[in-house]
């Protein structure tokens, strides 16, 4: 073949291939991507930022990163940034333990007593298919929180010895620690670290090479950084793994794996070909068997929320976040669709997957905009306005956010934000934090900690008449049992002079 019949043969063949792609991306696709594309980006003013991948009638239709993944440096966020999935990490615990299954090395029905030893009797026979579908009656956690790094040994004896929350298999309750004895007996059965067992099995089979805890090499200005109540950095997690050079029970197995919007979409396309499990294995991880009790719609498979849509059509789904970082995992298998979400900024606001979904299959959804978290508001308002505008603060406040203001936590975290200048630290930072504590005993008049919260602020500000009525009242209103603030409260009303 002559030169020339080979450019004009590959001048055809690219005709041809552009023919095909633009053909996969429809006018309705188009439209859709657009509608989503807009609701996005107009959402990053006021703070989101993240990635979202979309798949429709089996077509990625749109895979975009928004915001900023670091913003001191002006890292964009986008199809590759790296940020941890959550409990999304439940779902790889579950096909682990498939995976053993199908090597012949456990069963499903296979009782705790096989893999620990000196179990408490209450304990010994529960199942695997017990811990995978959140049955067992664990209760969720023990320590401190995530990063609460607890020996193996002390960390198991410590949860096997608190009391059942029921008889194993006869209810639900969601059990984090149930999916760290999990991760521990795919260790004990394997022999191998959980990470590294993933890593062999799961990961690299499906080519997954930006996913997991400590193996993966990312380059760091790849790993979004954290940005509580999209305000305050608190870097990656990842940095928090390396410098304790290891990852706590608390999150080994239920929370924590990091990964980006490609390799999660990497993982989809494997568990759909049955790549990593068989077609009879996928079914079990993702039948639906016990009703979550909290959510009536959703039953818990093994490591998947498994419900129906509003189209009657099944959903396979997960989500993951602590407070900072969150991560949304909607599958709907029959309707060739997927949605994938990631944020740094997490909050309420942010998480916005479902409206999306909504956005996706009801083409007069009319979906309201993504609006500022109640810190960014607050913090925005403070920066534009002086104190005398604090009744103006609080009056917007109840108007636009009172729906979701469900507790006093959420008010008494912001009052502390500003009361310690967290966020900002002007010298009205301490009246303004009277302001939201005001407000908060206003909205829970009946919660003692919010009124020993705002005896601190009016301390804090010079108030010391009202710093004591405040004390006073949370001590009237101080619960019989469990009160952690009663003795603080006591001893800032005797410092203060009055021990009424």
């Not at 990091?258 to 990497?266: L, R, V």
């Amino acid at each position: 073949m002559n030169k020339i019949v080979l450019v004009q043969c590959l001048l055809l063949v690219c005709f041809l291939l552009s023919i095909t792609l633009n053909a996969q991306i429809t006018p309705n696709h188009k439209t859709l991507i657009n509608k989503v594309d807009e609701y996005l980006s107009d959402g990053v003013s006021n703070g989101f930022s993240g990635s979202i991948l979309i798949v429709k009638e089996g077509k990625i239709v749109l895979n975009k990163g928004y915001g900023m993944a670091d913003r001191a440096n002006q890292i964009p966020y986008t199809k590759n940034t790296v940020a941890t999935i959550g409990s999304v990490t439940k779902q790889f615990t579950a096909t682990a333990i498939l995976k053993l299954v199908a090597q012949n090395k456990l069963s499903l029905t296979d009782p705790i007593r096989n893999f620990f030893k000196d179990l408490p009797a209450d304990k010994k026979e529960i199942t695997i298919h017990q811990l995978l579908t959140h049955s067992a009656g664990l209760i969720a956690a023990i320590g401190e929180g995530d990063f609460d790094d607890i020996p193996s040994a002390i960390f198991f004896k410590t949860l096997f010895a608190t009391k059942l929350l029921h008889a194993p298999g006869s209810k639900y309750a969601y059990s984090n620690a149930g999916y760290s004895v999990l991760a521990r007996i795919i260790e004990l059965t394997s022999g191998q670290d959980y990470e590294s067992f993933l890593n062999e099995y799961l990961f690299k089979p499906a080519q997954m090479y930006q996913t997991g805890y400590f193996l993966p090499q990312w380059q760091d200005s790849l790993i979004a950084k954290g940005y509580a109540h999209s305000l305050i950095n608190i870097g990656s997690m990842i940095e928090r793994y390396q410098k304790m050079g290891a990852v706590t029970w608390n999150l080994k197995g239920n929370g924590g794996i990091h990964s980006t919007p490609e390799d999660m979409y990497k993982w989809y396309q494997a568990l759909q070909s049955n790549q990593i499990l068989s077609a009879s294995a996928f079914e079990k991880l993702t039948t639906a068997y016990l009703l979550e009790q909290e959510e009536g719609s959703t039953y818990y498979g093994y490591g998947w929320g498994i419900r129906n849509s509003s189209r009657n059509t099944k959903i396979i789904t997960h989500n993951g976040g602590n407070g900072i970082y969150f991560h949304d995992f909607i599958w709907l298998p029959e309707e060739e669709g997927l949605i994938i979400l990631f944020t740094n900024a997490g909050c309420k606001e942010a998480e916005v997957a479902w409206p999306i979904e909504k956005m996706i299959f009801e083409n007069s959804a009319q979906l309201k905009p993504i609006k500022k978290n109640l810190h960014r508001f607050v913090f925005d308002f403070i920066g534009k306005n002086d104190l005398q505008q604090s009744t103006t603060l609080t009056a917007k406040i109840k108007g636009t956010y009172r729906a979701s203001i469900k507790s006093p936590d959420y008010l008494n975290s912001l009052g502390y934000d500003l009361l310690r200048g967290e966020i900002i630290n002007t010298p009205a930072h301490t009246a303004w934090s009277v302001a939201i504590f005001k407000l908060n005993v206003e909205l829970f008049p009946a919660d003692g900690n919010a009124w020993d919260s705002l005896g601190e602020a009016y301390g804090a500000n010079g108030q010391v008449a009202e710093a004591i009525k405040s004390y006073q009242k949370a001590l009237a209103l101080a619960p019989a049992v469990d009160c952690n603030w009663c003795e603080s409260s006591a001893k800032a009303l005797e410092a203060l002079g009055s021990q009424d």
